[in-house]
């Protein structure tokens, strides 16, 4: 009965054109995530806040019978390309995801998706527009398979690749060129794609495209430009090689466990590896569904990303959770860790509710339910930390004090 009332509930707040938001909200009967267990408390919200005191004045009660409350979900990974953006908000509010940080797609997008995003009913963005990568580099070759389907926006990807969806370098005069348009778009960060950095020569030399991706030696400039302009930078890496060339040339962040097809020793990290991004405070998003291959996964799991993931939080390296799955949500990632027993429930929940919205927007209030902060949260109709899949119960969702629906 009690779950019963608290989805009847969250059907009520929700219906209408028109979000309601009271003055003051008092939520009782809840189990509240406090980092590391779930305690039972009343918490109220006003003006969009959490507050432990009750105010002068409570509009309304809420009762959340039991629910366990969470702070919302994040993508770290993320490609926004579909310009029928509700489709995309109804997927990742369903899946609890309030946050997400798109790691590459084209200005044009943004400016059609843009009035919808970051506001109390939908999730919250943050962007790298184009990305950089070498001529004919990966993702060339993804984004040209879009040119094949009818459309205008297959006339678009034809007429303006470069650079209105993908920035192609080969040289420091190249990434001038191109440098004045790109700021121009206004991204929030800088993305740029290594891919076989080891083979770097020999594969643009072959010509295939899609099978490397920037010259490794331009991966310092573009940090440099970048933090010259107040951005971070986000490096794609495929291999270990990768991965050592974006953090010796200064990348805040790595998009991608490094793991894939061929041999382990390719990928694997050092310890040497783990210590220097730890010391230069680079995360690493783990992206493991990317590959879209069970059987795959399941190996590399085994394998190279349990290798990785093991040596960089040996060395406290953050780890952030994306999934890189147009059109679908960090919840397969989150239930790939779940399901490989390398991180405990508590971890996992930490991971998505807490450090990767943090990362991506550092300096908001948010990833914990206490005074002062976002009054964004989920309630769970079971204990995550008993069984991860309770995650995907979701009987309430509340955003900025929003209570908000699918």
């Not at 770097?200 to 490397?212: I, P």
């Not at 991004?277 to 291959?293: F, G, K, L, M, P």
């Amino acid at each position: 009965m009690a779950r019963s009332r608290l989805a009847g509930l969250a059907c009520i707040l929700s219906i209408g054109a028109a979000p309601l938001v009271a003055q003051g909200v008092a939520y009782r009967g809840g189990l509240w995530f406090d980092g590391s267990k779930f305690v039972p408390k009343t918490m109220y919200v006003v003006d969009g806040v959490f507050r432990t005191h009750a105010p002068a004045r409570v509009d309304s009660v809420v009762d959340l019978a039991g629910g366990y409350v969470v702070p919302p979900f994040a993508d770290a990974h993320q490609h926004l390309i579909d310009p029928r953006i509700d489709v995309t908000i109804r997927a990742q509010l369903a899946d609890g995801i309030f946050y997400l940080k798109d790691q590459g797609s084209a200005p044009i997008i943004r400016r059609m998706i843009g009035p919808m995003l970051n506001k109390p009913t939908t999730f919250d963005y943050v962007g790298a527009n184009q990305a950089w990568t070498g001529p004919g580099g990966h993702p060339v070759e993804v984004v040209k398979r879009a040119a094949a389907a009818p459309g205008p926006f297959a006339a678009f990807v034809r007429d303006s690749l470069d650079p209105g969806i993908v920035m192609q370098v080969a040289s420091s005069a190249d990434i001038e060129q191109r440098w004045a348009y790109f700021l121009a778009g206004k991204p929030d960060f800088v993305k740029i794609h290594l891919f076989r950095s080891e083979d770097y020569a020999r594969l643009r030399a072959e010509g295939v495209e899609g099978r490397y991706g920037m010259d490794p030696a331009l991966a310092a400039e573009m940090v440099r430009r970048a933090r010259a302009a107040g951005l971070e930078v986000s490096a794609h890496v495929y291999t270990a090689a990768d991965f050592r060339v974006a953090v010796s040339a200064g990348v805040q962040q790595i998009a991608h466990l490094p793991g894939g097809r061929g041999p382990d020793s390719v990928f694997m990290l050092t310890d040497a590896d783990a210590r220097e991004a730890a010391r230069n405070h680079v995360t690493v998003i783990t992206t493991v569904v990317q590959h879209e291959d069970s059987a795959l996964l399941e190996h590399l799991l085994a394998t190279q990303y349990a290798h990785n993931i093991e040596i960089l939080r040996r060395r406290g390296v953050v780890l952030l959770i994306g999934s890189d799955l147009i059109g679908r949500t960090a919840r397969l990632e989150a239930d790939a860790l779940a399901r490989s027993g390398l991180f405990t429930n508590l971890e996992l929940l930490r991971m998505w509710s807490v450090t990767t919205p943090r990362a991506i927007f550092p300096a908001r209030r948010i990833g914990e339910l206490k005074d002062g902060y976002e009054a964004s949260f989920l309630v769970l109709r079971g204990d995550p930390l008993r069984d991860f899949g309770a995650t995907r119960a979701i009987a309430l969702r509340v955003k900025q004090g929003v209570a908000i629906s699918p």
